[in-house]
């Protein structure tokens, strides 16, 4: 059964923490996003990554790290520097983040999200 | 900022209506994707449509592309309580192929 997880489902953190949000595919693959939403609002982009063992800052990077050291994984650590951490994070993935035949990006699946709370 | 429109923010229907999203964008754009949200879900891919394609469907889903006025249209035809749901536009701009920008949303409500 081919998909994208996220864990936990909820997440709560206390001011000073840093947390980790789990994000793992077995879509092969090669692309995967990290997005913030706000309440009533559309998809920021966090961090992206095109391949293992590269990832590139999308438009709200600050406070935030990644690692892609395996193709099916890209966690998110929420780092104690984000000082409005409160968000519903989304995880992503797709076949490439280079343009396709379609021209533009492939269509993206996302995971179920997991909602950050800070005490 | 290469931020869009959708209109609009809310959109409150009866079953068996038609349901139309409007989505505006001010550069020139390489694809245009529709997506839906369900309350405290994850986002489900719905429609892609090309810039040199002017129409597509997919079930009760028509989405629409005028280039010259950068903007986008998605109609549900006989709407359905199960279509509650935000649904989001997301643009790949030219020159910027490595990711989708999205809108803020069009929250709908199907009323039985």
């Known amino acids: 059964d081919g998909g994208i997880t996220q864990s936990p489902k909820y997440l709560f953190r206390k001011e000073g923490q840093n947390v980790t949000l789990s994000c793992e595919q077995n879509l092969n693959h090669d692309a995967m996003y990290w997005y913030r939403q706000d309440p009533g609002q559309g998809l920021r982009l966090i961090y992206y990554s095109q391949i293992v063992n590269d990832f590139q800052k999308g438009d709200i990077a600050e406070g935030y790290s990644v690692s892609r050291e395996k193709k099916e994984s890209f966690p998110l650590t929420v780092t104690s520097a984000q000082k409005n951490p409160t968000a519903f994070y989304l995880c992503a993935s797709s076949k490439s983040a280079n343009t396709g035949t379609s021209g533009g990006a492939y269509e993206q699946f996302f995971g179920p999200g997991t909602r950050l709370t800070v005490l | 900022s290469q931020q869009g429109e959708e209109d609009p923010q809310a959109l409150s229907i009866q079953e068996g209506e038609n349901a139309t999203m409007n989505c505006s964008y001010k550069t020139s754009i390489n694809n245009l994707q529709w997506y839906r949200q369900n309350s405290g879900r994850g986002l489900v891919h719905l429609i892609l449509i090309r810039s040199n394609e002017r129409e597509k469907h997919s079930g009760r889903l028509r989405v629409t592309l005028d280039t010259s006025k950068k903007s986008s249209s998605l109609l549900i035809t006989a709407s359905r309580a199960a279509d509650t749901a935000s649904y989001f536009c997301?643009?790949?701009?030219?020159?910027?192929?490595?990711?989708?920008?999205f809108g803020s949303g069009t929250q709908l409500t199907v009323l039985p």
């Open positions: 997301a643009r790949t701009y030219s020159g910027s192929a490595r990711q989708l920008t």
